[in-house]
């Protein structure tokens, strides 16, 4: 038998090599050569402020569900300086948002005395067994969900001292931290702690530090709470949701690989996340934790902590056709009393990562 050169085992294994993984497609072969060609692609940006809030939206209440409704009261009362406005049984039929079970639970509500842009915190009274929407120390900011809800302090130690003399539980005493905010054109220097109210819920307390801070509006040594912390671990589905339910654009983006910053929020000291706000005057962050798993926990109005955020919109009934034009299924009708709401008149919605969402119109 005569020997097959190396060249010619080359050449027949290049002309078996089509037949044994399938020769190219007139399809395939123009798609690669079109591969050459120049093609429009398309982006995400970062929105402008003036163009990011169509509707106008904004947080307007913060809502907790306690079992100690009296400790509440004197919590956001008596240490961070809040007016109670509001102390009712509610009726049944208001809304059917998940977990509002029936009809008699008490509803607290507190508003800063001084502040517009504030939110009003309410206060529900947790059905009896309820158990914590976020239990600790299981979870912590890696798992996705609506996490803090953010006030502001003139004074961190001052702050950290009156809570912690309250005996407000709280992950560390203030830990600074700094970003330069290219898209807002501004550095953020400040200091902040994370203590948790009578219900479990989460928040952060911050005080500016740089030394071009405006004097604070607030009269008192906290301002009461405007912004929210929406954790996940892939943004975009958080930041479409908002896009596509409330019109809000990405506004900005930051990354945090700082250890005071992650003692400051419970996370494992390498920890690395990206953040940044949806829309302006609305006060959302959206965050992105680099890690590998997490567990998500939806709020429900009979689980204990922060369990809803309550947005009101220039137009509810144009937010609801874009709800539905997108696909977000609305899970409750009606909405709880507020003094931005005293006709009980909205819907609820879920976020991408399980957040409730009750959204009111002007």
Known sequence: MPKLRRRDALKAGAAVAPALMGAASPQVANAQADNNQLSEQTGQILWPKELSNPLEARIVVFTTVSHDVEASISFYRDVIGMTLV??????????S???IGKAGRRQ????MPESSRSASVRILEAPSGAQPIRPRPDSGPNDPGLLVMEGSTRDPAESYHALATAGTKMISPPRYYWFRNTTWGRNVDVMSYAPFGPGGEQMFITAQINNDRPEPSYPGL????????????N?????????????LKRTSQMECYQRNCNELIGAPANSYFLWGNVGSGVSIEVWEVKASKGTMYPTSLDRTGLAMLTIRVND???????????GIRVVGEGALPSPDNIRP?????????????EVIGT
């Open 86 to 95: 509001d102390d009712r049984t509610l009726p049944g039929k208001l809304t």
């Open 235 to 247: 943004q975009e589905p958080v930041t479409d949701f908002y896009e596509k339910a409330l019109g």
């Open 108 to 111: 607290i509500l507190l508003q």
């Open 316 to 326: 509810i009934e144009k937010c609801r056709r874009m709800c539905d034009e997108a």
């Open 345 to 357: 008149d909205g819907f609820t919605l879920r976020g991408a990562v399980g957040e409730l969402i």
């Open 222 to 233: 906290h301002s009461g709470f405007a912004n929210a912390a929406i954790v996940s671990l």
């Open 97 to 99: 948002a998940p977990g």
